[in-house]
């Protein structure tokens, strides 16, 4: 393939000397050439190959829904919703949304008032939109089943791959700090397929997830429904704040103390 | 026993209450004696998995307290509701979970527990090196149980998972608040400790420090099979 830049309509795609595609945009690299589609979409066209591939907006949207959030029908409308307590991850999936489809959601709250008078309030924003339904359900992002997603790898380039694991472990995941210091960072799912799909990711970067386990048998509940989880070792947080991060701002905060316990280690 | 998952992430939070009673109102026969409506969430900023389970004899107020039960998750902290389940028995089966020991009872419990756990794993190669010149300490996840008494139910449970005792036992603490001030409980009964046994454990990480290291251990697992429903 090669690629003509015109003075008219930007860039011409070319297969065998034929015209296969016109793109207004584009951005050349070392080894590829990413043309800009729709919706976070872009082509991307290298020597081996061309394939569709998410920007890291569209892919950690695509993160965030697949962990926090859910694509539904319903009689008259389609819903595209995420739902989390943290206004800053709310906002942060507003932006992202608006950024890929050029929509604002729609804002949502439920509180509760404790009797010492202290508000908790937990936020839902939403699509109502068919078309930016069926363009996650297309590519897997979430459902059928409520609980069922597959990361869409064939269309996440390394920079979508980190974006993706941001969205997912903002809402799926959990950093916990305790006050000598330790910390443990996990991922949960209820579905273990997608887990697995998730895990292999942090391989593909370089991380070394454990395996995926279910939860102790021994000590929970006897119950009709699994969790599973896998943490990330300690020797990975520091390369995990630095290449993944998050929106979450009690993560942020705690990224902070992490990065500041590792410093004093080093001393 | 009739088992359902009668809600689930993802569905609107106004639905809980409606769909519990939808599902007990037609399974409960004349022989059910008693059933049960449990939220398993996950509170993810420190990371404690949670049950809440309420024990009712009766079908009739199943809407409402299943409704108080899943508020009294959604708003401790930052936690997912991840499934409500509801269970119909033929027999009366909360009186057979009786946790009764006092919360420093159960502290001992789990230093206990602990110091097994030491005794097992510090002649390991990887850890005997190093507790040579530094202090060890060893984190298993262990579930934290609290019996309630409840003037709406025949009994409210709490089991919470976590690997820091303390953390865990200010978590259920404030579950324990929340849910008096809810009037779905009345007061603690007691609390029981689940810590499995020590031979499945394995070390699956380390963290040093300048003079302590943190020894994270887990229960073995079982390899994932794709072609089995998870």
Redesign the interface.
Known sequence: MTINETEKCGYELLKSGEVVGIFPEARIEESRVIFKLSHGVNLEVSEKRARETFSPERAELCGLIASDGTICKYVRTHEVSFKNVDCELIDGFCRLADEVYDIKPHLYSTSHVTKEGEKREYYRAVIYSKKVAYDLWMFGVKGPGYYEFHPPIEHLDEEGIKAYLRGFFSGDGNVSLCKDGQHEFRVYSSFREGLEEIREMFEMLGFHPHEVREEDKEITPEGIRKRFYFTIPEEDHLKFIEEIGTRKAEFKRKFELIKSINGRRED | MY???VW????R?EDVGRNCKKHVDKRWKENIKECKI?I?A?E????V?Y?L?VYLSSPRDVEKIAEDLF?TA??K????V??V?T?LFDSMVSNKVVCRKSIDEVRNEFDMFIKEVAKRFRSDSKIEPIAKVKKV?F?V???LICELESTVANKVVI?A??W?FE?LSNFVKSLID?LI?KELASRVLGYGL????TD?LEI???????E?V?V?L??R??P?D?NVD?
């Not at chain 2, 902290?77 to 997912?80: A, E, L, R």
């Not at chain 2, 699956?204 to 300048?210: A, L, T």
């Open positions: 088992a359902a998952t689930g992430w993802g569905e939070f449990e398993m996950s993810r900023n420190d990371g998995c049950w389970t508020y959604l708003f902290g930052d936690t997912k991840d499934f389940n269970y300490e984190n996840d262990v579930c089991d998972i976590h820091d953390l929340d001030e689940r810590t499995g046994s499945s699956v990480d380390i963290g040093q420090r300048k302590m943190f994270r887990e229960r697992n079982k994932f794709k998870s």
